[in-house]
């Protein structure tokens, strides 16, 4: 059964406002796997490490779900970036998980996290996202209750599942599943889930008006916008 979320409930914006306000009183069994990769030669150093408003684009992506999450998973593609993240992380509570498989494809990476996980519903996020916001990470784990996962959809029906929330062990199975068969990216971890839930990217805008939260970099371009979109809003906030 596939559900769908077109605009916000009162009943949970105040379950997610909880969970902001309370310090974590009622955040319980939620993990955050934020999944890295090798990045390509024309940055010139790790992606991960890349300063944004003189902060690296990792912690920028950790920073955003503290007090949403109980545990912090990086996945990363080998252990010499889990030592250097570690080092720059902002948390001490950040632990890291190794993705083995050479091909790096998102949904080896998601499988690790899932088997890492101790929380019974985890966030999975790309660690190239240094705008995401924890109001909209806080709204998908409040929608979460009950469902196999909740996943960001576009009026186009393109979906975001790495900006998701998932069932941890449901997801762990149709992900092992996925990659039995030869499945390559977390949209095959999805089409086998029952009771998704899809949550439109129209009630999202209400929290986060133009979808900074999906805002990734790829490239060194990518990087520039980001510099120019941090600047706009600390102007706004003058």
Known sequence: ???EISKISSAILFSASLVIKGEGAICLDRS????????PANFGEDRGLLKLDSKPLLNHVVD????????????????????????????ANVQFAINVDESEDSLAGALTGFEAAHGKYSL????????????VVTLLFGCCVGMSAVIPRWPSRQIEPLHAVYQTAQALEAAKEALAIGELEV???VSRMKGVRYLSTLVLEQLDPGFRTFFRISTPLDLKKAMAMTKHRKTESR
């Open 64 to 91: 955003a779900v503290k007090g949403v999450v109980d545990e912090v998973l990086v996945v990363t593609s080998s252990n010499e970036q889990a030592d250097l993240y570690a080092k720059t992380v902002s948390s």
């Open 32 to 39: 955050a796997i934020i999944l890295a990769k090798r990045s």
């Open 1 to 3: 059964m596939v559900y």
């Open 124 to 135: 999975l996020l790309p660690f190239d996202a240094p705008f995401v916001s924890k109001e």
């Open 187 to 189: 949209e095959a971890i």
